[in-house]
Every structure is written in structure tokens, then in C-alpha cells.
């Protein structure tokens, strides 16, 4: 399967400043969902179900979210050092809307396919695959989307890399998915694992294509390189997630990746939302990475 080289450092293209993009990328998801409401084709949704964006995190449906008392948070770390298969969880493993994070399970449904059909990514499927990881940009990420089938295609190759857990998100709304910290580490072990997780009568990720998602993984632009980093700054490969709540103004942060502490490798996942901001939020998110890993490490 060809895969882009990083031999070297891959350029920039299309940098903007965040608050250039979130304003944008916002206004345009909002006069969709404002659209697609006034028709019925949305209906109202639960509390946290369904949301619109302030930054380049994940389209989403305006619709009413009840205020939080407190920020709620869960994390699940497993070492792949040793022989445990299920990750060790702190709070309570409840679903959460993914925002971006959803980005690299999109990406591995794109893998799983081309593989089936015996066949290389396209030039459009690798700069899509690049900007939606790298810069999380939100209209590759719709693209491959669609490509996949949406919300049918993602749990289908979700099946493979062995969650359970995760929905899709309605519609084009890949940003509302709704997912835990557990499934979030089975889908880390698809690609960073070294023992196959998932079923194996329906062949998961060869290496190639898990080797070209970790290699994005460790290509995050600078200033989206936060959350589980702050556990181990020695090494890591992360994917993060971030949507503000229209009618309650509160944050949506999650942050999933591969942190390497003393040598040895841990796989975090910490989802989080109530948070008063994107601030407190990413706070949240980096102290409980550090936390769970520390239980896990012993220091």
C-alpha cells in the first residue's frame, strides 16, 4: 500500500491561525445544522449528544445540553510492555462524543478498506489522511467520511479492530460519536499493539497501514501537541479532540495516544466534558493522563 514518506519533516501547507479557523470552520457547520433543523431533519437530541463547534474540532448538531454540576473525566491506560489485554480504568467508563479523536478511527476504516480492495491510497486519500490527522481538518475528515459509508462503515471496521462500544455519529455528524476510554485503548492496540486484537477470521490493520497512522500520530502540529503527551515526554503519538457546547458554552477534550515512560510504552486514552473552558479542559485532560499513568507505573 503507498504511503507518503516522512523521510522528512512534511510542510505546513494551509497553516492558519486556530482562531481564524474556528470562526470559519463554525460558522459554516452552523448554517448547515440551522438548515438541515428547520427542514426536520434533525431532531432534538439527549444531553451531550449532539453540539456545535467554536474550534476545529468535529461538526455537530445545535441542540439543547443540560449544564454540568463538574467536569467529567475518565482514563484507561495499558501497558503493552506486558501481558494485560485490558486496559486499567480510572472513573466511570460512560460514553463520550469523541470531537476529533474520532479522526484516527476514520483513518483505519480508510486502511481497512483499501486493503480489501487490494489497492494503494489515492494522492486525495493521502493529503486527506495528513491534514485530518496532522492539522485535524475538519472538510478531510468529512470526505473520508463519506468515503467509508459514515456511521455504518466506521462500526464496521470497528468490528474488525476489535470495539465494541463505539457508535457512529448521525448523518455527517462524525464529530458525535459516542465512545468510551476502553473502546479508545482496543482501538490504540489496532494500531500501536503487537498481538492482534480483533477477530482474527476478519484480517485487522497489516503493519504498513499501523505504521503510517503512528507516523501521523507523531507529526501533530505544535499546538495541537498536548493531553496525554504530558505523561510522557520522552516519546509520544496522540490524536486530540476538542468541541464547545453551544447552549451550555461548557468543553468537550479528549486526548488519546502512545506515551513511552522509562523506556517502556503506554497506551492513554482520557475523555472528558463540562469543563468551563478549552483551557481547564486540556488542564483536566493532562492531569488525569499523568495520574492514571503514575498509578499504572508506580512513580
Given at each position: 500500500m503507498l504511503f507518503r514518506s516522512f523521510s522528512a519533516p512534511c510542510p505546513d501547507t494551509g497553516r492558519r491561525s486556530r482562531g481564524r479557523r474556528s470562526v470559519a470552520c463554525a460558522g459554516v457547520l452552523l448554517a448547515s445544522v440551522t438548515a438541515l433543523v428547520s427542514t426536520g431533519v434533525l431532531q432534538a437530541a439527549p444531553a451531550h449528544a449532539a453540539d456545535s463547534p467554536t474550534g476545529p474540532g468535529s461538526p455537530a448538531a445545535a441542540a439543547p445540553v443540560q449544564p454540568q454540576a463538574a467536569p467529567r473525566v475518565t482514563s484507561a491506560v495499558l501497558g503493552l510492555d506486558g501481558d494485560d489485554l485490558e486496559p486499567t480504568v480510572h472513573g466511570d467508563d460512560t460514553p463520550y462524543d469523541t470531537a476529533s479523536i474520532v479522526k484516527v478511527d476514520i483513518l483505519a476504516a480508510v486502511l481497512l478498506q483499501a486493503q480489501d480492495a487490494g489497492r494503494q491510497l489515492t494522492p486525495d486519500e493521502l493529503d486527506h489522511a495528513e491534514?485530518?490527522?496532522?492539522?485535524?481538518?475538519?472538510?478531510?475528515?468529512?470526505?473520508?467520511?463519506?468515503?467509508?459509508?459514515?456511521?455504518?462503515?466506521?462500526?464496521?471496521?470497528?468490528?474488525?479492530?476489535?470495539?465494541?462500544?463505539?457508535?457512529?455519529?448521525?448523518?455527517?455528524?462524525?464529530?458525535?460519536?459516542?465512545?468510551?476510554?476502553?473502546?479508545?485503548?482496543?482501538?490504540?492496540?489496532?494500531?500501536?499493539?503487537?498481538?492482534?486484537?480483533?477477530?482474527?477470521?476478519?484480517?485487522?490493520?497489516?503493519?504498513?497501514?499501523?505504521?503510517?497512522?503512528?507516523?501521523?500520530?507523531?507529526?501533530?502540529?505544535?499546538?495541537?501537541?498536548?493531553?496525554?503527551?504530558?505523561?510522557?515526554?520522552?516519546?509520544?503519538?496522540?490524536?486530540?479532540?476538542?468541541?464547545?457546547?453551544?447552549?451550555?458554552?461548557?468543553?468537550?477534550?479528549?486526548?488519546?495516544?502512545?506515551?513511552?515512560?522509562?523506556?517502556?510504552?503506554?497506551?492513554?486514552?482520557?475523555?472528558?466534558?463540562?469543563?468551563?473552558?478549552?483551557?481547564?479542559?486540556?488542564?483536566?485532560?493532562?492531569?488525569?493522563?499523568?495520574?492514571?499513568?503514575?498509578?499504572?507505573?508506580?512513580?
Amino acid at each position: 500500500m503507498l504511503f507518503r514518506s516522512f523521510s522528512a519533516p512534511c510542510p505546513d501547507t494551509g497553516r492558519r491561525s486556530r482562531g481564524r479557523r474556528s470562526v470559519a470552520c463554525a460558522g459554516v457547520l452552523l448554517a448547515s445544522v440551522t438548515a438541515l433543523v428547520s427542514t426536520g431533519v434533525l431532531q432534538a437530541a439527549p444531553a451531550h449528544a449532539a453540539d456545535s463547534p467554536t474550534g476545529p474540532g468535529s461538526p455537530a448538531a445545535a441542540a439543547p445540553v443540560q449544564p454540568q454540576a463538574a467536569p467529567r473525566v475518565t482514563s484507561a491506560v495499558l501497558g503493552l510492555d506486558g501481558d494485560d489485554l485490558e486496559p486499567t480504568v480510572h472513573g466511570d467508563d460512560t460514553p463520550y462524543d469523541t470531537a476529533s479523536i474520532v479522526k484516527v478511527d476514520i483513518l483505519a476504516a480508510v486502511l481497512l478498506q483499501a486493503q480489501d480492495a487490494g489497492r494503494q491510497l489515492t494522492p486525495d486519500e493521502l493529503d486527506h489522511a495528513e491534514a485530518m490527522i496532522r492539522r485535524s481538518d475538519n472538510d478531510s475528515a468529512t470526505a473520508l467520511w463519506q468515503q467509508i459509508g459514515g456511521s455504518p462503515g466506521l462500526e464496521a471496521a470497528n468490528k474488525r479492530l476489535g470495539m465494541t462500544t463505539t457508535k457512529g455519529g448521525p448523518g455527517l455528524l462524525w464529530g458525535l460519536t459516542r465512545t468510551t476510554a476502553r473502546d479508545q485503548i482496543r482501538l490504540l492496540r489496532a494500531v500501536f499493539g503487537t498481538r492482534p486484537a480483533a477477530d482474527p477470521a476478519s484480517p485487522a490493520l497489516r503493519e504498513e497501514s499501523r505504521e503510517y497512522i503512528r507516523t501521523l500520530m507523531t507529526r501533530i502540529e505544535d499546538d495541537q501537541a498536548w493531553g496525554v503527551s504530558a505523561a510522557g515526554r520522552a516519546g509520544w503519538a496522540l490524536k486530540n479532540g476538542w468541541l464547545q457546547r453551544t447552549a451550555s458554552g461548557l468543553w468537550d477534550i479528549n486526548s488519546i495516544g502512545q506515551v513511552a515512560v522509562d523506556g517502556h510504552h503506554y497506551l492513554v486514552a482520557v475523555l472528558s466534558d463540562g469543563s468551563p473552558s478549552m483551557k481547564d479542559g486540556v488542564a483536566l485532560v493532562e492531569e488525569a493522563a499523568r495520574d492514571a499513568v503514575r498509578a499504572t507505573t508506580g512513580h
